[in-house]
C-alpha cells in the first residue's frame, strides 16, 4: 500500500525516532557537544604509548562514537522519511561534515598505536582492563607488518583519494551518462532503466523480455571499450595498492582486512565446480516446464508458474514471519513481536521516501528497519530478511561491549537469510495449494541459483581477471567477454542459449569495483542454509549455537564464529549440505510437476 504523503500514514506504522532523541531541539543539544568534545581527543597525540592514557582515550572515544553514531543514525532516517525536505537534508549534511572532521582529528591513532612495540601491545591484549579492546589491538598487531611509514601512508593517502574515481567515474556512466532507449510494452512506450529492466526479466511475454535483454545491453556494448579501461584501471589499482602494502595478492590484502582464511574461497570455487549438475538440472526443468523450444539468458528470472503467489495485508505477513520463525525460540519471538508492536519498523512507501529496505542497528538503543511494504510474496521475505539483521544488531549490542559489538561484513546475511530460509521452510511445510507450493520450491532454487551459484562465477570471474593482470597480461574487453562467456557457459551448462550479449555482463556489476566481496553473498547463503537445516533437525542444541553466535558481535573472526554456529566453512561439508539441499528441493518440485 502506498500513501500520498506520510501525514496520512497510521502513526503504528512509522518508526519512532524519539527513541533515539526525544526531539530535533535533543538532537541539535547533542550535535553542539559533540562538535565541541571530539576535538578533546587531539590532546592525546604523541601521548598513547602510556597504559593509563592509552585507556583512558579508547573510553572517551567510545562515548564519543556512540553519541555520534546515534546523531547519525537518527538524521539518515529522517532524511530517509523524506528525502526532498530541506531541513532533514541540511541535518544529514551537517552530521556527514562533523564525521568527516572527526575522522580527520583522529587519523593520528593508527599509526601511533602501530608505533608501540610488539611486546607492549601483547602487554596490553593480555590486560583484563583492555578487555574491550583485545580484538582491535590484536588485529593492530597482526597488520603491522602491512603498516609504512609515516611518509609512505601519506604518500598512499594521497594517491587513494584519486585511484578511487575508478568506482566513481563507473557510476557517473552506470546511473547517468549511458542512455537507455525507449521500448514498447503491451502497446505503450517505456523507458528503459535499471529497475525497469529487472522488472521487464519477469514480463510474461518472451518477446519483452527478448526485447528488454538486447536492448539493454546495446547500451553497455556501445560503451565497452570505455568500461574495460575502467575496470582494468580498478584492477591496477587493487594490485598496486596490494603490493605497496606488502601482499602477494589482492586476493590476499582482501581476505585479511576480513580475517578470512584463503581456503574458504578456495572451497567455494571449488564445490560450485563440483555441484553443477543439480543447476543444470533445474536450468532443463525449467526449459520444459516454461514449454521453450530455446531457453534463452532472459528466461531465467521470469516466474514458471503464473498467478502464483503470496497476498496479504502487512498484519498477516507479520504473523506469518512469526510462525516461520517459532523453531528459534520465544526468547527469539519476543523482541520480533516487540520490534513489530513498539514501532521499530517504518512500512509503508510514499513518494519521497528512500525505495528499498534495510536495517540499521543503534547503539544504546535498539535495530529500526526501514520497509516499503507491498502485498507480495517478495516484501514477506523481506520483512523476514530485514528482521535477522536487525535480531542480529540487537543480540551482538546487547552480549558484547561497544568496540566489539560491530560484526564484519562477511557474516552480515548470514542471519538475513536464515530467517528466509525457516520462513519458507514452514510455508513449504503448511501450504496445501500445489500450485503455490510449486512457486515456493522454484522460489527458494532460484534464491541458491542467484546468490550461490552466480555470485560464485562473479567470484570467480574477479580471481580471472586480478591473476592476469597481477601476471601483467592485458585486460582487454575482448579478453574479459572471452572469460566471462567461458565462465557462464560452465555454470548454466547446455540447456540454456548463451545469448551474445551475456558475455558483456562483466561491465555492468557495481561490485566489481570493490574487489573480492562478491564472494560473501555466496557464503553468507551457504551458511545460512546450513544453520537453518541444523536448527530444523537438531532442534534447541541448534538454536543455543546459533543464539551465540548472533551474541558474538566482532570478538572473533568471522570464520571462527560461523563454527560456533557449526559452520566450518574451511572444510567441504557445508558446500554439500546446501548442494543436497538444492537436489532435494529439484526433486520435489519435479515430483509435483509430474
Avoid at 537518527?74 to 561534515?97: K, P, T
Avoid at 583485545?134 to 594521497?158: F, P, R, T, Y
Avoid at 496445501?432 to 567470484?459: E, G, S
Wanted: charged share 25%; hydrophobic share 35%.
Amino acid at each position: 500500500m502506498s500513501y500520498a504523503q506520510r501525514s496520512e500514514i497510521p502513526e503504528k506504522y512509522k518508526w519512532d525516532l524519539s527513541d533515539i532523541f526525544a526531539t530535533e531541539e535533543k538532537w541539535e543539544k547533542c550535535f553542539e557537544e559533540m562538535s565541541v568534545k571530539y576535538k578533546q581527543l587531539a590532546d592525546y597525540q604523541g601521548k598513547l604509548h602510556d597504559k593509563d592514557t592509552l585507556l583512558k582515550f579508547l573510553k572517551l572515544s567510545d562515548a564519543i562514537d556512540l553519541k555520534m553514531e546515534q546523531l547519525y543514525c537518527y538524521a539518515y532516517m529522517s532524511y530517509n522519511e523524506d528525502s526532498q525536505d530541506g531541513a532533514r537534508q541540511a541535518r544529514y549534511s551537517r552530521i556527514y561534515g562533523l564525521l568527516t572532521e572527526y575522522s580527520t582529528v583522529t587519523s593520528f591513532v593508527a599509526p601511533e598505536l602501530s608505533a608501540l612495540p610488539d611486546k607492549q601491545l601483547k602487554s596490553l591484549i593480555a590486560d583484563s582492563a583492555f578487555s574491550d579492546y583485545d580484538v582491535q589491538l590484536k588485529n593492530l598487531l597482526d597488520g603491522k607488518a602491512h603498516i609504512l611509514s609515516n611518509a609512505e601512508e601519506k604518500l598512499l593517502a594521497g594517491v587513494g583519494a584519486f585511484s578511487e574515481q575508478f568506482h566513481e567515474v563507473f557510476n557517473r556512466l552506470d546511473s547517468g551518462d549511458i542512455k537507455f532507449d525507449k521500448i514498447t510494452v503491451d502497446g505503450e512506450e517505456v523507458q528503459l532503466g535499471h529497475g525497469t529492466y529487472s522488472m521487464l526479466l519477469q514480463h510474461k511475454d518472451q518477446n519483452v523480455r527478448k526485447l528488454a535483454f538486447e536492448t539493454y545491453y546495446k547500451s553497455y556494448i556501445e560503451k565497452i571499450n570505455t568500461l574495460a579501461g575502467l575496470y582494468e584501471g580498478s584492477v591496477k589499482s587493487d594490485w598496486f595498492f596490494a603490493q605497496a602494502k606488502k601482499f602477494n595478492s589482492t586476493m590476499e590484502q582482501a581476505l585479511f582486512a576480513e580475517h578470512v582464511d584463503k581456503t574458504v574461497y578456495d572451497n567455494l570455487i571449488k564445490c560450485m565446480h563440483a555441484s553443477f549438475a543439480p543447476l543444470h538440472k533445474y536450468i532443463a526443468l525449467r526449459k520444459k516446464l516454461m514449454g521453450l523450444d530455446t531457453l534463452n539468458m532472459y528466461d531465467l528470472y521470469v516466474s514458471i508458474f503464473e498467478d502464483a503467489d503470496i497476498s496479504c495485508e502487512y498484519e498477516q505477513a507479520c504473523d506469518l514471519v512469526m510462525k516461520g520463525l517459532a523453531p528459534l525460540g520465544e526468547d527469539y519471538l519476543k523482541v520480533v513481536k516487540h520490534a513489530f508492536d513498539n514501532r521499530w519498523i517504518d512500512v509503508h512507501e510514499t513518494p519521497t521516501k528512500r525505495t528499498g529496505a534495510y536495517s540499521m542497528g543503534v547503539s544504546g538503543v535498539h535495530p529500526y528497519m526501514l520497509l516499503n511494504y507491498q502485498k507480495t510474496t517478495h516484501d514477506i521475505f523481506t520483512i523476514a530478511h530485514e528482521m535477522g539483521h536487525s535480531m542480529h544488531s540487537y543480540y551482538s549490542e546487547k552480549a558484547q561491549p561497544f568496540a566489539k559489538a560491530g560484526y564484519k561484513i562477511f557474516v552480515a546475511e548470514v542471519a538475513s537469510t536464515c530467517n528466509e530460509v525457516l520462513l519458507l521452510k514452514y510455508l513449504l511445510k503448511t501450504e496445501k495449494d500445489v500450485k503455490l507450493k510449486k512457486y515456493l520450491l522454484q522460489y527458494y532454487l532460484d534464491m541458491l541459483r542467484t546468490t550461490m551459484y552466480r555470485q560464485a562465477m562473479f567470484a570467480e570471474f574477479e580471481q580471472i581477471s586480478h591473476d592476469m593482470v597481477e601476471k601483467g597480461q592485458p585486460l582487454t574487453a575482448d579478453v574479459m567477454c572471452e572469460k566471462y562467456l567461458e565462465l557462464n557457459k560452465m555454470y548454466y551448462g547446455d540447456a540454456v542459449h548463451h545469448n551474445d550479449e551475456i558475455k558483456y555482463e562483466w561491465a555492468r556489476i557495481p561490485h566489481f569495483y570493490r574487489a573480492f566481496y562478491v564472494y560473501k553473498y555466496s557464503t553468507g547463503i551457504i551458511s545460512a542454509v546450513c544453520i537453518a537445516e541444523k536448527i530444523l533437525s537438531e532442534g534447541e542444541s541448534a538454536v543455543r549455537d546459533y543464539k551465540k553466535f548472533l551474541s558474538l558481535g566482532g570478538s572473533m573472526d568471522p570464520v571462527s564464529e560461523l563454527k560456533v554456529a557449526g559452520v566450518d566453512l574451511t572444510s567441504e561439508e557445508p558446500f554439500k549440505i546446501v548442494t543436497e539441499s538444492f537436489e532435494k528441493t529439484l526433486a520435489e518440485l519435479e515430483e509435483l510437476c509430474k
